[in-house]
Structures are given as C-alpha cells and as structure tokens.
C-alpha cells in the first residue's frame, strides 16, 4: 500500500534561516506528489505539485520541492523563512487508483525571532 | 472565488446522537472527499464520492456513512456518535482530472463529542 513519511513531527528554525522538510513515500510507480499547509484555523492550501519533468519544482510563498527518485523523497525546502511560514505541512501522494490523496502525519513548523 | 463550503466551523454533539457534516463546492467538481484530521496522524480518508450516489469506502469508513444527493452537496453522517469520533473533518472536491488540476479543501468542522 501507499504510504508518506514525514519523519520530523516537529521543527523550530529562526526566522531567515533556511527550511526543509522532509518527506519520503512508498510507491509502485512514478508517484504525484504534492505538499499542503495549513495555517491554524484554516483548510488546507497547496503549495506545489509534481508530476513529471523537472524534478526541482516551485511552488507559491517562496517554497520549492525537489524530487529524488533513487531516495523516494519530495523535500520541501525555503531559503528563508518568514515568522508567517508558521503552520502545520503536509506531504501527499495520490492514490493508486488515482483521485485519492494519501497525506503524511505532518510537520508543525514553529517560526522564533 | 472557487470555494468548498463546510456548514459548520464547530459542533458539540452527546455521545448517541446522529450528527450530519454538510460540505457544498460551487465548482462543478465530480469528486468529493471526506477526510477525518487528527494530530500525529494527518488526514485520513472516510470516503469519497466520483458521482451523483456514487460512493467509495476510504481508509477508515466504521462509524461514518455518506449521502451525495446533488453534485454540489457531499454529507458526512455519524449515525450514532462516539467520543473516539471527536476530531477535525476536512471536505474536499476536485474534478475528474483531479491529479493536475489539484483538490480544494473546505475550512474544516471541528466535532466534539460529549
């Protein structure tokens, strides 16, 4: 079955610096993968997607994600980072039977100044 | 603005009750998904639906039940609550090509069960 690790529960980074997330997944095939945040509060807002082609795709608010086939990971990186990155991020992959998305457990980023 | 419109931000039910979540997309979507969020878990899938009546059994479907009685309108139906039900439902619907064009999710309902 499918499956997304994101093994960070929780990460704390000072505002500026540099961010990744990281995600791993288990699938058959050449997945789709997207990532999601979620502010406090709010539904869930995508910020990028990949399908195939370039495997360094950009997303909106700055974020960008790299796939690497040979580690099954979708890392999703910022080079700095804004107190208002502050949210809850979600790694996904669509379902093998396509339409159904499959969600990692979440990083909580926490933003310090 | 494209929206998925869930009817309640936060509900408070007792133990027993039948409880209805009502989600409505203003986008033609034929998806339409339930997800059930909880910390250290992500969302999980309830179920979803591909059509008019037409349903699917998600990931963790025991307890839940599903009426798509109009495109636009997916309900999510408790039939007798139970405090391990306390959680946060997330709605969601993408189209047929659901894979490039994305899914939209509604805010979320925040249930409480007493």
């Known amino acids: 079955a499918q499956s997304v690790t994101q093994p960070d529960i929780h990460i704390t980074v000072s505002e500026g610096a540099s961010l990744e997330l990281r995600c791993n997944y288990s699938y058959g095939a050449t997945p789709y993968l997207f990532w999601y945040v979620q502010s406090p509060g709010q539904g869930l807002q995508l910020l990028l997607k990949y399908f195939s082609g370039d495997t360094l795709v950009q997303g909106i608010k700055g974020f960008e994600a790299e796939f690497k086939r040979s580690q099954s990971s979708f890392n999703l990186r910022k080079p700095s980072v804004h107190w208002s990155d502050a949210a809850e991020y979600f790694c996904a992959v669509v379902h093998k039977y396509g339409n159904k998305l499959v969600f990692g457990a979440g990083t909580i980023l926490r933003v310090k100044s | 603005d494209v929206k998925v419109t869930q009817s309640s931000r936060y509900l408070v039910k007792r133990t027993g009750e039948k409880v209805f979540l009502e989600c409505v997309q203003d986008?033609?979507?034929?998806?339409m998904f339930w997800y059930r969020q909880d910390p250290g878990l992500g969302l999980r899938l309830i179920y979803f639906?591909?059509?008019?009546?037409?349903?699917e059994k998600g990931d963790i479907p025991e307890g839940y039940s599903v009426s798509r009685e109009k495109k636009e309108r997916f309900s999510l139906i408790l039939e007798s609550a139970s405090t391990n039900q306390t959680s946060m439902y997330l709605c969601?619907?993408?189209?047929?090509?659901?894979?490039?064009?994305?899914?939209?999710f509604g805010s979320g309902t925040r249930l409480t069960v007493v």
């Open positions: 969601a619907s993408s189209s047929l090509q659901g894979v490039d064009y994305g899914y939209t």
């Open positions: 986008m033609d979507h034929e998806n």
């Open positions: 639906s591909y059509d008019v009546k037409m349903k």
